[in-house]
């Protein structure tokens, strides 16, 4: 793609985003026809935002096919009530463990160790990655498409602290969602109202890392990031891919989601959002 064309598709998509709009696809000279154009049209939204580099969610590469998208700054929360935009009438989400980093890593020609990646790290987190698909469901959105508007993502809650010896050898996690059913004001006659009983629902689902430890992404991603003169920031959180898929919840109502025996994370995802941003 043209440079000029690149950034009329990057401001689009920045815009779709910032006014929390869905879309259908764009012209066809305004899409990304190959990988790179994706990534093209990604890093020039990163330009052209308002907002600092939270982070990266990112996998290990498919074939020639990389996964790695941005996380923006303003989209990074670590407290409950959580503002959240609603996909399909549901809150989206994806288990996943978070790495922040404590100190940078620059961007050079020769590739960083394991043991360097390592050494940078401040700390491992439970964490939700919040999910949007921002295109019109029934639309065939190429994977270039969805790379250029950041893999679905919405932003990442950060949640309990763990080891790094406990992330690192997280391969399998069972996970445990409870949730209460939303609470139902039924007007009577004298304008009273009553709460119905509040019932709570109880999933329970196993969890394996599609790369079987959720470090191996990440040290990847660094590499990744540098050979193409992009550093690593201290502060910046990086997430390396959903154990069990998507789960749903409903928004403005309390759950908890056990990691097992790591810990639990206890949230409520806001929808409407009210004056988080």
Known sequence: METSLIEVSAALLLMRRITHQISARYDAYLRPH????????????????????????????????????PILGST???QSPCPIQLDE???????????????????RKEAYTEEEITAALGS???????????????????????????????GVFVGPEITLSQAFSASEINFTLAQSSALLAVPSAVESAVESAVESAVEIMPG?????????????????????GIDIKAGQVVIT??????????????????????????ATFQHPIKNHE
């Open 241 to 266: 891919g959903s154990y069990a898929g998507v789960f749903e919840v409903q928004p403005n109502v309390e759950f908890s989601l056990a990691y097992g025996d790591l810990g639990s994370i206890t």
């Open 76 to 78: 990074v929360f670590n």
């Open 34 to 69: 190959t990988i790179e154009d994706g990534f093209a049209i990604q890093q020039a939204m990163l330009d052209q935002m308002e907002d600092t580099l939270g982070g990266w969610k990112c996998s290990l590469p498919n074939g020639d096919d990389f996964i790695v998208a």
């Open 89 to 107: 009438g549901v809150c989206k989400i994806e288990p996943e463990i978070a790495f922040k980093f404590a100190h940078d890593l620059p961007s």
């Open 208 to 228: 394996k890392h599609p790369h079987l430890f959720p470090q191996r992404p990440l040290f990847w991603l660094v590499n990744f990031l540098s050979q193409r």
């Open 124 to 154: 491992a987190h439970l964490a939700l990655e919040l999910i949007q698909n921002r295109y019109v469901p029934s639309e065939e959105v190429t994977y270039y498409e969805h790379l250029a508007d950041c893999l679905f993502n919405q």
